[in-house]
């Protein structure tokens, strides 16, 4: 079953708070199946079937965010249109952008060269975005352009260690530009696909099962996030289920840190708060997890499954403790230790870091509109780091490395409600 909404407004949104029936169900049965084993950290072991039928567009936007951005902006009306000028001003969404397709990318090690494919994979995003919103053809075939050149060119992500993240991050970037562009006259999806599956995929599997060979818990939540979202997002493209499931259940019960129990390790339910796996780590990293796991959950909403809420919102008191810690303001912490390496030493976190704290990316409007208007649940802090980020900006507007591009941004525009 494809996510379905029985009433729609006239811009062809479901009622705000309202959730499809498919995901308060699913919902309903994982916070049974949990309450049933206890504890907090008990693990759910239903396998959930992906859909039948899988929506498209399906991913980051589904129909009803892309319309509603196409009429706000063609109104003029703001927050949508101060988002839309920010795409405007970005050199990535310029309709000239040339594409640099390489056959071998590399993170980690000698010879790197990922910059040419995230910053080429943002500006197809961007160029998809105008396309989708304002209607210029000049964009679309610039988007297309990007994606011909490197499914008919890339044959290998490599590296050290890092080209799990390359295959992870880049990989559900690049399928949900895809998505955008899906029935865009020549645009080759059938050759797309084929790179997603044979370049992306394989690294995105060996990953999640094995972790490099190191300790289960030995890469962070981000890591395992990344690879999610890239299966995910691999199994939306190409209308397979198994790899849907694969993504949805690892989120549900994986062994890594991805697994959202163990991303989310301590609950502080009287202050609607949870400590975040990687808080200890950096301000900056535990942002990204924002992103990535926000990215996940929408990815699900939009076939209708409701990851935001699962576990009795989770999710979302981690994101209020962050975001709070990220305020000025104090948040708990419970020591946090984990195994390291191959023979998995332990190592210990007994207090927040504070390096990169009250730093800005564009991950917070995505989280205030979910759960403070979709949900309709009060959430101050999301609300107030939204705030201060907004209008959200894309890859090009937070610094030229790496961590400028891990989120693809403007959340502003495609999620304000």
Not at 26 to 47: D, H, I, K, Q, W
Not at 219 to 246: E, F, H, P, R, V
Not at 248 to 273: C, M
Request: with cysteine; hydrophobic share 35%.
């Amino acid at each position: 079953m494809s996510r379905t909404s029985p009433h729609t407004s006239p811009e062809g949104l479901a009622p705000e708070g309202e959730l499809s029936r498919r995901g308060l169900l699913r919902t309903a049965g994982g916070l049974t199946a949990a309450l049933a084993l206890g504890a907090a950290s008990s693990v759910v072991t239903t396998a959930e079937a992906a859909p039948a039928a899988f929506t498209h567009p399906g991913m980051l936007h589904a129909y009803g965010e892309l319309n509603r951005a196409k009429v706000r902006v063609a109104a003029g009306d703001d927050p949508w249109l101060s988002g839309w000028n920010r795409l405007t001003a970005n050199s990535h969404s310029a309709s000239t952008w040339t594409p640099n397709p390489q056959a071998t990318v590399i993170r980690g090690g000698t010879g790197e060269n990922y910059g040419i494919l995230y910053n080429d994979i943002h500006a197809a995003y961007q160029n998809a975005l105008r396309w989708k919103i304002a209607g210029t053809t000049a964009h679309g075939d610039a988007a297309v352009r990007i994606l011909n050149a490197w499914s008919s060119t890339l044959t290998t992500v490599t590296g050290n260690a890092d080209r799990f993240l390359a295959a992870g991050i880049y990989g559900y970037q690049f399928a949900n530009v895809a998505e955008l562009m899906r029935g865009y006259g020549g645009f080759d999806l059938e050759r797309f696909k084929t790179m997603m599956l044979n370049v992306f995929y394989p690294l995105n599997n060996q990953f999640l099962n094995n972790h490099n060979d190191a300790c289960i818990t030995n890469y962070w939540a981000n890591w395992d996030l990344c690879t999610m979202n890239s299966i995910l997002a691999i199994g939306i493209l190409c209308d397979d289920g198994a790899k849907y499931d694969q993504a949805v259940n690892y989120f549900k019960n994986g062994a890594g840190n991805g697994a959202i129990r163990r991303a989310v390790p301590f609950l502080y339910d009287s202050q609607g708060l949870a400590q975040w796996q990687e808080s200890g780590r950096d301000q900056g990293h535990t942002m990204m997890g924002m992103g990535q796991m926000g990215a996940f959950c929408e990815m699900a909403w939009s076939q209708g499954e409701d990851l935001y809420g699962y576990d009795n919102n989770r999710f979302m008191k981690a994101a209020q403790y962050v975001a709070k810690y990220n305020l000025g303001e104090n948040v708990p912490f419970t020591a946090y230790t984990w195994g390291t390496g191959q023979n998995c030493a332990q190592q210990t976190h007994t207090v927040i870091s504070s390096s990169g704290r009250g730093q800005l990316r564009p991950v917070w409007d995505l989280l205030h509109y979910h759960y403070a208007r979709r949900r309709g649940l009060s959430v101050p802090y999301i609300t107030r780091m939204a705030e201060s980020v907004r209008p959200e900006g894309g890859g090009g507007d937070y610094g030229p490395n790496s961590g400028g591009y891990d989120q693809l941004g403007f959340g502003t525009l495609m999620y304000a409600k």
